[in-house]
């Protein structure tokens, strides 16, 4: 449970500071600017912060926001550091400065990225789980004898 609210949380902080810098970011005559792109940061880590407070019991909730906390940390880290340019639709996003909301997101997405890992390996698949509680394994073909 405390990796479910951790996690959650660091998504959260995520959402909440790309959500806030969206409008910030909006540049007219764009097909996708880099607000709208934030406000779907801000939607997907909302969703998933969600998913892992109710289903942290799945490992693909957990992949998912491992993949979204990971996506999210390496972007920021990309654009910080190397000038990319435009792609195809997507906008310049190169900006080499490290502010506070930037800087907190960051830091939220490399926590959710740790715990999320640490949820996934943790969380082990039903055949695993029932292996380790001692369930019957199934016999081998050994002829039938007996």
Same mark, same amino acid.
């Not at 992949?63 to 990971?70: G, N, P, T």
């Not at 039903?126 to 007996?146: I, L, V």
């Given at each position: /449970?405390? %990796?479910?609210?951790?996690?959650?949380?660091?998504l959260a902080v995520?959402?909440?500071?790309?959500?806030?810098?969206?409008?910030?970011? @909006?540049?007219?005559?764009?097909? $996708?600017?880099?607000?709208?792109?934030?406000?779907? #940061?801000?939607?997907?880590?909302?969703? *998933?912060?969600?998913?892992? %407070?109710?289903?942290?019991?799945?490992?693909?909730? !957990?992949?998912?926001?491992?993949?979204?906390?990971? =996506?999210?940390?390496?972007? *920021? %880290?990309?654009?910080?550091?190397?000038? *990319?340019?435009? %792609?195809?639709?997507?906008?310049? /996003?190169? #900006?080499?400065? !490290? !502010?506070? @909301?930037?800087?907190?997101?960051? $830091?939220? #997405?490399?926590?959710?990225?740790?715990?999320?890992?640490?949820?996934?390996? $943790?969380t082990g698949s039903?055949?695993?789980? =029932?292996?380790?509680?001692?369930?019957?394994?199934? @016999?081998?073909? @050994?002829?039938?004898?007996?």
């Open positions: /449970m405390f %990796l479910q609210v951790v996690t959650a949380a660091a995520n959402a909440y500071v790309h959500a806030g810098l969206a409008a910030a970011f @909006d540049r007219v005559g764009q097909q $996708i600017t880099q607000g709208t792109l934030f406000r779907l #940061e801000a939607a997907v880590a909302s969703l *998933v912060a969600l998913l892992v %407070l109710l289903f942290g019991r799945r490992r693909p909730v !957990w992949a998912l926001a491992f993949l979204v906390s990971v =996506s999210a940390l390496g972007a *920021v %880290l990309l654009y910080r550091y190397v000038n *990319v340019g435009p %792609l195809g639709p997507l906008p310049n /996003m190169y #900006e080499p400065v !490290w !502010w506070p @909301d930037k800087t907190a997101s960051a $830091i939220a #997405e490399a926590v959710g990225a740790v715990t999320a890992l640490g949820g996934f390996l $943790i039903p055949r695993s789980a =029932s292996t380790r509680a001692g369930a019957p394994q199934s @016999d081998k073909a @050994d002829g039938g004898g007996g």
